[in-house]
């Protein structure tokens, strides 16, 4: 807690370029280059890391010293002046840039980086492709780091943001940097690979094509590709991502920054979890019509019972909620717990593996763990029951599975095949969060949204659909509305647009989430 | 094989004081070399980990035991191999990488790959000069192995190493931990007879080394300058500090512990006495002194013993045969400082200096003179010597206190400056051997009298250590200002054979180079002091003087230093580490005739591009002396690129066939 009577410390003025900046205390100059909109090349520093300070590549004037000076070191001080143009900072940029590229191998038509790579744009910008060097380049190996990562030896410009990643964030400390001058390179321990949960954001990180994603490897290239903003679902915690689309597919997932879920970071589980969406498996037949739902939900007379997931949408699971209580219902919802695991830094993975338990909370309240209710079905309870599953990979609690045969009318909506179908009267094929609109609530209570990436398979059809094509097909509902439209119905006073890039927490002010770092410009 | 005092334990008693001193123990166990298959997993003894907690003691972190950790696992398995750096890393609380990113910074620690025998040929510019090339081919030639190979018996690994303090001695050879002097390729045949027969005559493959090259001799070149530093230097046991003492040793460390004197006093009378740190930098000691933080931070000393600019062999000299001239040095430092703990980091290679060192500290703490209560005093003060695994890089301060810290050389950005934030972010001053060891005779004689001798600017006697094509080579005491051309022919006999002069580089061989015409000029005289050389375009560095004849092509000479700094630049910084080895490479081309003559003008371009954009000066040590090549001798490069003979014989250097890339 900040000391009520020590005042926070001020502000610091200083003149980039002439005009006056406002600089918040304690930040490096180059953080605050960076955020108040001036472009300055840089690789090694991230503002989610240490700075290191040996790239030089942020080489900038400063009023304090005779020679260019390092920007993302520099604690700038009341009336600094710095200049990050002009032709001497242009010297020795292009100067840092020629050194960078004399035993960098001319790899990008190979390499994965092409396209969204700091030392290509930067190359492009300031040197117009031209280097004096003449000699041969120093060669390193190129060999996996552990399970998903690969290094191209010859890439590596030894920016250490790797490595400190492993040692700042995920505090597991696989990398260093071996050897000495110019055959230094990143490395693990021969023994001991690079294995922990956040591994892949070293990739993210990297400047260059050195650490690839093995699930990536030549999968696309990014400049035809899409990038579209979303939510990862894979468990409670919600980072905000953005996909790779290629083809019509989802290629990888990355971490977008959001201070207030994620940070700079996401966990590889959870971004790896892409392979269901275009997986065989998936259900493309549906069985039964919705007026044939309907009349099996109505047979069902007061002993109805509803599972859902607590995976579906916020917009999906007010629709439950309408059908359960026009029924008189009973519910139920599926749910799936993981390993959890705290990274050095704080971020957390969550053992809740599904994306809306808070939404559920938040319709239902209370509700008693799926397993009573499998079990009053194997008792005989439940004369109709309508299960809907949006959690891909999930291990179906046995005594549904046992229970499945035992209702007069079963129905299952779900993405991909399930071992209830055998005894489905009515069978609906849906998609899954890669392919729909709609929010979910994280384990913070912060609502945010989730956007289609790609197209759905033919002959599936959404949740927030189909349940609203049935409540109107029981004479519950006049319309079938967007996701936006239920949206607004479930929460009046908010919006999309309110909810925004970077997700709203209800009750809290509408006002811009409080991180003041946009981190533009750097990956 | 002379039997020496090496094998010896110490005979030091368990000290008085806080923290007992260092004593490496005798033979512990069976010493396995090279074990073939190597074990899946290495455990130290109890008594081994024991050893290593109390190492870990030391210091205030205990990660800081990391590099000596290193050599315990030397010593007790032989090497540093996968499985012992695992366990090391386990019983330092660091990461398996972390101890793998160390160990592969530093050259001088044993691999499993290595032979029994380590030949370590020195090749930078002082022994090259001398045929360091003729050693290392006659050695290649004989094992029927290239550089970095080992024999298929795996007795002996041959390497290529850069300076090894040693330079008076060149061509000179380390085989594992022993120096060997004066080196002619018959010797070589003569030393490889002689290993081969203490192999024979002890047989078994789990042993340590049966071969120990003789100690090295330790001789003065005639002098008419009066010694101070060196008054006792070659005396039977001066390093004892029994002879110590006997000469008024620890009289001014005594003196000063009991007085109630303010340390801000002796700062004063440091900085009036105008001492300039004599390890390069030649910054004034007690204005550093001054800039140390006033906070409630501990003050460390670090004493920079990582002799390594090429051609400077004078510490070496003070360590091996007085040390405790540096020791009383360290007391009044730490004194004026307020300091209670001091390291002495010395270079890896040293492992006889560091014998020695630790032999020294013993004595110190038997007597009382070190550990708490310095002579009765209520004053502490703790020394650890503190052994790198090499690297010159550690020889810059901010290198040097990564590696004291238990990590890879790094040089930090400055600022801060140690004596704001230095070892573990406290305020620490970092000193050379022979700064500290003029600080007894400063407190006894008084800073006028250190004054008396040297220029106005630069006060009191240096050690310069002379090497190259010279009749005497050496380290010689003068005092400051004693014109170059003196020293080289009417102090140190000139050059040999008869040959002309060429070349000086006179601050070791971060220094411009200074042609002969410079040398001999009346005007301006060029005096081996501080502003003299300065003004000449050059520096006095490290009092580092390495002397070229007539014979030498200036085009190898620069290739030479340019590999020295390339294998030596620790990686960090982008212009350094790739501008070192390019220019390294294009000098090698230069010398191999495949450059053109346009292209003399990008490699000094090119040297000049990495100046004032790094962490450290090494690019600038790199980029200084190759530019000053270039200028002073431009046209032995333009013949080079012509495909001419540059004129020079080439007996020194090693001609390399075309398309070869590195020696």
């Known amino acids: 807690m900040p000391d009520p009577n020590v005042s926070p410390a001020p502000p610091v003025r200083i003149k980039v370029n002439g005009v006056e900046v406002v600089a918040p205390p304690g930040k490096r100059l180059l953080d605050v280059l960076v955020n108040t909109g001036t472009t300055v090349p840089h690789y090694c520093w991230h503002p989610g890391l240490t700075p290191a300070g040996n790239c030089r590549m942020c080489l900038v004037k400063v009023s304090t010293s005779r020679k260019l000076e390092v920007s993302c070191m520099i604690v700038p001080t009341e009336g600094l002046e710095v200049t990050t143009e002009g032709p001497e900072v242009d010297a020795g940029r292009k100067a840092v840039l020629e050194y960078m590229l004399v035993n960098h191998p001319l790899d990008c038509p190979i390499c994965d980086k092409a396209g969204e790579c700091m030392l290509q744009d930067n190359t492009y910008d300031y040197r117009k492709g031209l280097s004096r060097f003449e000699e041969d380049k120093v060669i390193r190996p190129t060999k996996d780091l552990g399970r998903n990562i690969k290094i191209w030896g010859n890439r590596c410009i030894s920016c250490t943001r790797c490595i400190r990643f492993c040692d700042e964030v995920t505090g597991t400390s696989e990398l260093t940097i071996v050897n000495r001058g110019d055959h230094s390179v990143a490395d693990t321990h021969p023994e001991v690979p690079l294995d922990n949960p956040m591994s892949l954001c070293t990739v993210d990180i990297c400047p260059v094509g050195a650490l690839t994603d093995k699930n990536f490897l030549y999968q696309a290239r990014v400049w035809f590709a899409e990038r579209k903003d979303t939510i990862c679902t894979s468990c409670a915690h919600g980072c905000n991502v953005t996909a790779t689309v290629y083809k019509g597919e989802v290629k990888r997932l990355q971490p977008r920054t959001n201070h207030d879920v994620n940070g700079y970071w996401a966990c590889d589980a959870g971004r790896l979890n892409i392979g269901h969406i275009a997986s065989e498996r998936r259900l493309k037949e549906a069985k039964g019509t919705i007026a044939d739902i309907a009349k099996g939900l109505r047979d069902g007379g007061n002993k109805v019972a509803i599972i859902a997931s607590s995976s579906h949408t916020l917009e999906e699971l007010y629709l439950v909620r309408q059908l359960a209580t026009a029924l008189g219902a009973r519910v139920g919802f599926l749910g799936k717990e993981g390993p959890s695991w705290t990274a050095k830094s704080g971020f957390t993975i969550e053992a809740d593996k599904t994306s809306n338990r808070r939404g559920v909370d938040l319709f239902f309240g209370v509700v008693p763990p799926v397993v009573h209710l499998a079990r009053a079905v194997w008792d005989g309870q439940v004369r109709s029951l309508l299960v809907l599953n949006q959690i891909p990979d999930i291990e179906w609690p046995q005594e549904l599975v046992a229970a499945a045969p035992k209702p007069g009318w079963l129905g299952v909506s779900d993405m991909s095949e399930n071992p209830l179908l055998p005894f489905a009267q009515a069978v609906v094929p849906t998609t899954c969060w890669a392919e729909k609109d709609g929010t979910v609530m994280n384990r913070d209570g912060r609502i945010q949204r989730i956007r289609p990436l790609v197209a759905p398979p033919a002959g599936t059809r959404s949740d927030l659909s189909f349940l609203q094509e049935l409540l109107a097909a029981l004479g519950l509902r006049k319309h079938v509305m967007s996701a936006e439209g239920v949206f607004r119905e479930a929460f009046p006073g908010l919006d999309y647009a309110k909810v925004g890039a970077l997700g709203v927490v209800p009750g809290a002010s509408t006002a811009p989430p409080p991180s003041s770092e946009r981190h533009v410009g750097s990956k | ?663």
């Open chain 2, 1 to 663: 094989m002379n039997p020496t005092n090496r094998d010896k334990p110490s005979t030091a008693p368990e000290a008085i004081g806080n923290k007992p001193p260092i004593t490496p123990p005798a033979a512990s166990g069976a010493r396995v070399y090279a074990s073939r298959p190597p074990p899946r997993e290495r455990e130290f003894t109890p008594a081994v980990k024991l050893e290593l907690e109390r190492i870990c003691e030391r210091y205030p972190k205990r990660d800081a035991a990391l590099l000596p950790a290193l050599r315990l696992l030397e010593r007790e398995f032989g090497c540093v191999d996968e499985p012992g750096m695992r366990h090391v890393a386990a019983l330092l609380g660091v990461s398996a990488a972390k101890v793998f990113g160390v160990f592969t910074f530093y050259t001088h620690y044993r691999r499993s790959t290595d032979g029994r025998y380590v030949m370590q040929v020195c090749s930078t510019l002082p022994c090259a000069l001398r045929g360091s090339e003729k050693i290392f081919d006659q050695l290649a030639a004989e094992l029927g192995i290239g550089k970095d190979g080992t024999t298929p018996d795996g007795m002996f690994t041959l390497k290529k190493v850069e300076c090894l303090a040693n330079c008076d001695m060149a061509p000179c050879i380390q085989i594992n931990e022993d120096f060997v002097d004066r080196l002619t390729p018959e010797a070589c045949t003569q030393i490889l007879a002689d290993i081969r027969a203490a192999e024979a005559a002890r047989p078994g493959s789990n042993v340590r080394p049966a071969y120990r090259a003789p100690p090295q001799q330790y001789h003065l070149p005639p002098n008419p300058y009066p010694p101070v530093l060196l008054q006792h230097i070659l005396e039977p046991g001066s390093e004892t500090i029994d002879h110590y003492t006997r000469r008024g040793g620890y009289e001014q460390a005594r003196k000063l512990f009991t007085s109630s004197r303010p340390p801000d006093e002796i700062i004063e009378a440091v900085f009036q006495s105008g001492l300039r740190g004599r390890g390069g930098a030649g910054f004034m000691t007690g204005q550093k002194w001054k800039f140390l933080a006033k906070n409630d931070k501990p003050r460390y000393l670090v004493v920079n013993a990582d002799e390594s600019e090429p051609g400077t062999f004078k510490d070496k000299l003070l360590i091996d045969k007085d040390p405790h001239l540096m020791l009383e040095g360290i007391l009044i430092a730490a004194y004026a400082i307020k300091a209670k703990a001091a390291y002495i980091y010395i270079r890896g290679e040293f492992g006889r200096g560091a014998r020695i060192l630790n032999q020294a500290v013993d004595e110190a703490y038997a007597k009382g003179f070190l550990g708490k209560n310095v002579f009765g005093s209520t004053q502490d003060l703790d020394i650890t010597v503190h052994r790198g695994g090499g690297a010159y890089i550690c020889g810059e301060e901010t290198g040097l206190l990564s590696s004291l810290e238990g990590g890879r050389g790094h040089p930090k950005i400055k600022p801060p400056f140690p004596a704001v934030e230095g070892a573990w972010g406290a305020p620490t001053i970092v000193n050379n051997v022979e700064t500290l060891a003029c600080l007894p005779g400063i407190l006894e004689h008084g800073g006028a009298w250190f004054k008396s001798r040297g220029t106005e600017k630069s006060a009191g006697t240096k050690l310069f250590s002379l090497c190259g094509n010279v009749v005497r080579p050496g380290n010689y005491e003068l005092p400051l200002g004693v014109p170059l051309r003196e020293l080289i022919f009417d102090i140190a006999g000139g050059i040999p054979n008869g040959k002309k002069l060429k070349a000086v580089c006179p601050g070791g061989s971060s220094a411009p180079f200074l042609t002969a015409e410079e040398v001999m000029r009346d005007d301006p005289l060029i005096r081996l002091d501080f502003e003299s050389l300065a003004a000449a375009g050059t520096m006095l560095g490290s009092g580092a003087i390495i002397v070229m004849d007539e014979d030498t092509c200036m085009v190898d000479a620069m290739w030479n230093i340019l590999r020295f700094y390339a294998h030596e630049s620790c990686g960090q910084c982008t212009p350094c580490r790739e501008g070192t080895g390019w220019i390294a490479k294009t000098a090698g081309r230069f010398e191999r005739g495949g450059a053109r003559v346009d292209e003399i003008d990008k490699l000094d371009e090119v040297a000049w591009g990495m100046v004032g954009r790094t962490i450290c000066v090494l690019a600038d040590a790199a980029a200084m002396p190759a530019r000053s090549i270039l200028r002073k001798f431009r046209a032995e490069f333009e013949a080079h690129a012509q495909g001419k003979a540059c004129g020079h014989d080439h007996g020194s250097f090693k001609k390399l066939p075309k398309g070869a890339l590195h020696a």
